[in-house]
């Protein structure tokens, strides 16, 4: 069965705690991306990495981090300087970024609530 | 950078009538425009996707129209279902000389679809 997987679908943390949210696919696909979902927004990129052992910031990436290092895991630690942690987190993949290859997938999400 | 506006952002609509969802973009370069439809609670799942290298795309109820000279591209469901009802985004892809840009998503348009 092939696809992304996140885990756990609702975290809940204490304010000031760093947390860490799981994405992996077996779909063998090279790019993956992290995405902050608000109510009533868009999705707005985290972190992607295209390769494994690399990776770029986004357009949101105060207060994030992530690794890669195997192909089919991109975890993201949302740390105590993330102002609004609080949001629901979607992991994406697609094959590759060349010109017409470009389809990413999504996981079902992950919600954080932070207090 | 590429901006998307995406509207309306609700739409109701009646079983059976078509429903039409407008997306406009601002970079030319802009290349790929794929379309996202998303349940409550889940990741957003790819419906269809069009390249700017054709007008039109088509897949069974669900078509994409794309014009360049205005930078402007539509979804259009026709025969609605209820099953239908989600929320629907937009999204734009520059083209950097053979290799692909992130996406950039509208805000996008909950759809309701009454019985």
């Known amino acids: 069965d092939g696809g992304i997987t996140q885990s756990p679908k609702y975290l809940f943390r204490k304010e000031g705690q760093n947390v860490t949210l799981s994405c992996e696919q077996n779909?063998?696909?090279?790019?993956m991306y992290w995405y902050r979902q608000d109510p009533g927004q868009g999705l707005r990129l985290i972190y992607y990495?295209?390769?494994?052992?690399?990776?770029q910031k986004g357009d949101i990436a105060e207060g994030y981090s992530v690794s890669r290092e195997k192909k089919e895991s991109f975890p993201l630690t949302v740390t105590s300087a993330q102002k609004n942690p609080t949001a629901f987190y979607l992991c994406?993949?697609?094959?590759?970024?060349?010109?017409?290859?470009?389809?990413?997938?999504f996981g079902p999400g992950t919600r954080l609530t932070v207090t | 950078g590429e901006n998307v506006e995406q509207h309306p952002s609700t739409l109701s609509v009646q079983e059976g009538d078509s429903a039409v969802i407008k997306c406009t973009y601002s970079d030319s370069a802009s290349n790929y425009f794929p379309w996202y439809k998303q349940e409550l609670g889940k990741g957003p799942q790819l419906i269809i996707d069009i390249r700017s290298n054709v007008g039109e795309k088509k897949d069974q109820r669900i078509a994409v129209t794309l014009n360049k000279t205005a930078k402007h591209f539509s979804l259009h469901i026709t025969e609605t279902q209820p099953e239908d009802s989600a929320v629907y985004f937009c999204a734009a892809s520059i083209n950097y000389g053979g290799s692909q840009g992130n996406l950039i998503f509208g805000k996008g348009t909950k759809l309701s679809v009454k019985p």
């Open positions: 990495s295209q390769i494994v052992n690399d990776f």
């Open positions: 994406a993949s697609s094959m590759f970024r060349l010109a017409g290859s470009y389809e990413q997938y």
């Open positions: 779909l063998n696909h090279d790019a």
